[in-house]
């Protein structure tokens, strides 16, 4: 069995916003896109903030979560230097359910004073699978596998905003070419592109110490067209995802050491699954299929079968707090909840950091609620490199 299971249920939820399967499939109406590990958490700061990360400050794994924030990070320099940057990432994923399953991303940048550029890879290692066809006849032993190649350019603006666009290649391969009641599934290539912003306070006037600052961020990702798994009339969308989030900072006694509270909100902008009868009619909410790529951003706000209220429960929240000691070592805790509805999937998290001259390492760890045991002992672990010159 080992990832059949997993693999088994990522790829039937998968193809179901494409096949249109009918409500019962999907009772809770949970929100489903192609590509789920395009928004996983991969860097372990924000791990341990339960998943929140688009406005805290800027570091080197801000390559992953949002770059607009990459610009900063030579804000307190008197002088014009180069940042250079360079952070890996490692989650061993489902650890109580199967394994061989993780999660690998790299991230390379330069960070001028007004500009910075860099690519990324992120890569979902699903591990080994047997793939069955009729009638349970067994086909071929298959490693599963997702990968995305991206790059982006970062600017900083008046007012101590910045931007980011970016741009990325999608391949999705989790059961290779085979044929299943005369439908025949084949991997997926895909492109899409990401916006971010960030703003960062400014600086107290007269070189002076800030005592308490709010930054805010927002970014939209995974932006493209549908895609298909293989013969189906209906495609599956993009998992676009709309991220908005605020950080209080507050410095706490004349050591400069700093406490951070942040928040952030989720919301995937694909519609939500129409209710259909016995002969896959729609009865209530809106036909998926009459929806485009990039129309969804927008029309995905109004298909919820129950209105507005509805939708608004598909959004989810991070909530994270940080303790930094002397600008070298980390204390975190956080807590992501979905509503009950839309997944009930809670858990708290706990994390760790430091810094030792140009080498950062972050440490997370997460605690599920009871109803979600497969997440426990999940970690992950980032480490980075950030020379001045």
Known sequence: MKNLKMIGLLFLVSLQSMAQAYTPVNPQRVLVGAFPFQNFTYDARSAALGEAGIAISPDVNSALLNPAKLVFLNQDSTQKVKNIGVSLHYTPYYRNLIRGMNLYALNLFQAKEKTTFGFGV??????????????????????????????????????????????KYVYSNLSARSITQNITTKPVNAIAGDLYFYHDSPLTPNGGIKKHWLNYGASLTNIGGKVSYGDYKARSFQPTLLKLGVAQNFILGKKQNVLMFTIDANKL????????????????????????????????????????????????????????????????????????RKGDIHYFTLGLGGKFKDFGLDLAYLIPNKRNEVLANTFRISVNYSPLK
């Open 269 to 340: 902008l694909v519609p939500t699954p129409s209710v259909r009868n016995s002969n896959n009619e729609v009865i209530a909410g809106r036909n998926e299929e009459s929806i485009t790529g990039i129309g969804t951003i927008f029309q995905s706000w109004g298909t919820a079968p129950d209105g507005f209220r509805e939708t608004m429960s598909e959004v989810t929240f991070s909530f994270g707090t940080e303790f930094q000691f002397r600008e070298c070592l980390y204390a975190r805790a956080g807590y992501y909840t979905q509503n009950k």
């Open 122 to 167: 992120k890569y979902f290692d699903a591990g080994d699978v047997k793939i069955y066809g009729d009638n349970r006849g067994f086909i071929k032993n298959f490693h599963s596998k997702e990968f995305s190649i991206n790059g982006f350019y970062s600017l900083k603006l008046r007012h101590n905003n910045s931007i980011s666009v970016g741009l």
